[in-house]
């Protein structure tokens, strides 16, 4: 079994920051990426950085210059840290993890969820 657990959600006004974290916890062989998706209401979940064991970054345009992802490997976690927030990154951010198990298979988790919402 594998956990996917994320923090650091709130609200914030426009302009501020906020660091949302993701631990991957259980049966874990190795992870080969981890990243952060978000879904606002009523559109589609969409990407919003991901990284590589390597540390490869693949970061949405949207967020390019204001978001930044980084990631603990000796902790399975990942960071994203958000700086000058806009009301339209108001959203519910996952996790995603993409995990070679102990038992020799490679899958896809998610988080729940965590809410971020900007006030304007």
């Known amino acids: 079994q594998v956990h996917v657990v994320e923090s650091g959600g709130g609200l914030v006004q426009a302009g501020g920051s906020l660091r949302l974290s993701c631990a991957a916890s259980g049966s874990i062989r190795s992870i080969n990426a981890m990243g952060w998706y978000r879904q606002a209401p009523g559109k589609q979940r969409e990407l919003v950085a991901v990284?590589?064991?390597?540390?490869?970054?693949n970061t949405a345009d949207s967020v390019k210059d204001r978001f930044t992802i980084s990631r603990d490997n000796a902790k399975n976690t990942v960071y994203l840290q958000m700086n000058s927030l806009k009301p339209e990154d108001t959203a519910v951010y996952y996790c995603?993890?993409?995990?070679?198990?102990?038992?020799?298979?490679?899958?896809?988790?998610w988080g729940q969820g965590t809410q971020v919402t900007v006030s304007s």
């Open positions: 995603n993890a993409i995990v070679s198990t102990a038992w020799g298979t490679r899958n896809n988790y």
């Open positions: 990284i590589t064991s390597g540390g490869r970054t």
